[in-house]
């Protein structure tokens, strides 16, 4: 079974500037989660989506964190402009059912901001 | 108080030993208790997790919760090189809910 497929595997752009990561999920898993994992500490939840609507974005800085998933499997985080403090590894993560518990993670994105 | 937390390390072992790994938390209305591993450059993977109290066995580790004392454990037998990682506490008051990660504690089992 293919696992959580994420690109790219790396980032280094200015602040300011925009970005934007992709997310594959598992095959027919309708649940999907980004999550932000600065360097030392432990992933924080994004944005949930349950097929292609949204389930919790609590945490999502909306004034430059943007997120889509179109007809409910491919998924894009868009950062736009990015500050220093945005530098982190962006997880996408994907699960069946709403259970967190049978979620499965992908490499992440290792973003830089100079 | 943070909701969740994690003596980061590093911890450094020898090839062998009993790793003990630890995590305390604030809020007693949470009811699973997770543990994660995650390799360098890698996305976390799901070792174990529990509901509730008590003490759950997967071959070499063993995931422990006290939920009077807010605290909870991972116990790594006969720790391999392979162990290497960090491991990352994980709690969530549903298995639908969102999750709330420890800041994770870095391993180095040594051959």
């Known amino acids: 079974e293919a696992g959580v497929a994420q690109s790219p595997r790396y980032k280094i752009i200015e602040k300011r500037q925009s970005v934007a990561f992709w997310c594959n999920p598992i095959?027919?898993?309708?649940?999907l989660y980004w999550y932000q994992q600065i360097l030392g500490q432990g992933p924080k939840l994004l944005i949930q989506f349950q097929n292609n609507g949204v389930v919790d974005d609590s945490q999502l800085p909306k004034d430059r964190f943007s997120a889509e998933r179109l007809k409910g499997v491919d998924s894009t985080l868009k950062i736009q402009p990015a500050k220093l403090e945005d530098s982190a590894v962006y997880l996408c993560?994907?699960?069946?059912?709403?259970?967190?518990?049978?979620?499965?993670f992908g490499q992440g994105t290792r973003l830089t901001v100079v | 108080q943070k909701e969740v937390e994690q003596d980061p390390g590093p911890l450094s072992v020898p090839e062998g030993a009993i790793v003990s790994l630890n995590c305390t938390y604030s809020?007693?209305?949470?009811?699973?208790f997770m543990w994660y591993r995650q390799y360098s450059r890698k996305g976390p993977e799901l070792l174990m997790y529990?509901?509730?109290?008590g003490n759950k066995e997967d071959g070499r580790f063993t995931a422990q919760v006290d939920k009077s004392s807010k605290y909870i454990s991972l116990f790594i037998r006969d720790s391999q090189p392979s162990d290497s990682a960090t491991y990352l506490c994980?709690?969530?008051?549903?298995?639908?809910?969102?999750?709330?990660f420890g800041p994770g504690t870095s391993l180095s089992v040594i051959p």
């Open positions: 994980a709690i969530v008051k549903t298995s639908y809910d969102k999750v709330i």
């Open positions: 809020n007693s209305a949470f009811q699973y």
């Open positions: 529990t509901y509730s109290s």
């Open positions: 095959s027919g898993h309708a649940t």
């Open positions: 993560a994907s699960s069946l059912g709403v259970e967190i518990t049978e979620a499965f």
